[in-house]
């Protein structure tokens, strides 16, 4: 017996662009989210680093810190671009003309929130297809909420973050106290 596979309107839809957006708070970026940008890179043109302008987080780094610290990993790579959102991250995709949402996965507890959100996301989108890459070993125990922690308490967090994002923390707690 033989398949065939028959172009449908949504296979039309779903072509590739070569462009892939990757959204997230970055509150602020860590080596495993360099990782995920790094690795999409093998597999689209181009990546758009999509900061969300209204998280329901209250972020440590306002927005425009946020960006420049994200800018600073990618000066060599022109096919990075960093961007903000303050909408639905799809509505963003498809206007940037993006094929793909690319997602970082950690551990399995990741697993039931992206899930959730890739669902939502192509329910409200069909054109734009959730991509998840595994984060590097070296990074899975990394979030931007447990360095923030281990800075503020003066951890040693060298080796997690860009050398300027180390940096930025620093200032920001010295500052603070
Ligand atoms: N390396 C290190 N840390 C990682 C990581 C990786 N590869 N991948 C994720 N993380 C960390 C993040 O730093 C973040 O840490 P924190 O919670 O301590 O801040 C945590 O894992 C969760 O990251 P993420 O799932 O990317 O959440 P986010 O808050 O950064 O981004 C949005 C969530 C903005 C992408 C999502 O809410 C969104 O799309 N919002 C727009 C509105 C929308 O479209 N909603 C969906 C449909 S209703």
């Known amino acids: ?44 043109d181009q990546v758009i680093v999509a900061l969300a302008v209204n998280t329901e987080k209250k972020p440590l780094f306002p927005l425009e810190e946020r960006v420049a610290l994200v800018e600073q990993c990618f000066t060599a790579n022109s096919n990075v ?48 297809q959730t991509v998840f890459l595994m984060t590097g070993l070296r990074w899975i125990y990394i979030s931007s909420s447990i360095i923030k922690n281990a800075a503020r308490h003066g951890g040693d967090i060298s080796g997690m973050v860009p050398a300027h994002v180390l940096a930025a923390l620093k200032e920001k707690y010295t500052e603070s106290k």
């Not at 033989?2 to 708070?25: E, F, H, K, M, W």
């Not at 509150?27 to 990782?35: E, F, K, L, Q, R």
């Not at 509505?91 to 959730?116: H, K, M, P, T, W």
């Open 1 to 44: 017996m033989s398949y065939q596979v028959v172009p449908n309107a949504d296979s039309q839809l779903n072509r590739s662009s070569g462009i892939a957006v990757y959204p997230g708070t970055f509150d602020p970026i860590t080596n495993g989210h360099v990782d995920i940008v790094k690795r999409s890179l093998r597999m689209f």
């Open 81 to 128: 671009t960093v961007d903000t959102t303050d909408g639905l991250t799809v509505d963003y995709a498809v206007q940037q003309n993006a094929c793909a949402i690319v997602r970082g996965l950690r551990a399995v507890s990741d697993f039931d929130y992206e899930f959730q959100l890739a669902l939502i996301n192509r329910k409200l989108e069909r054109r734009v």
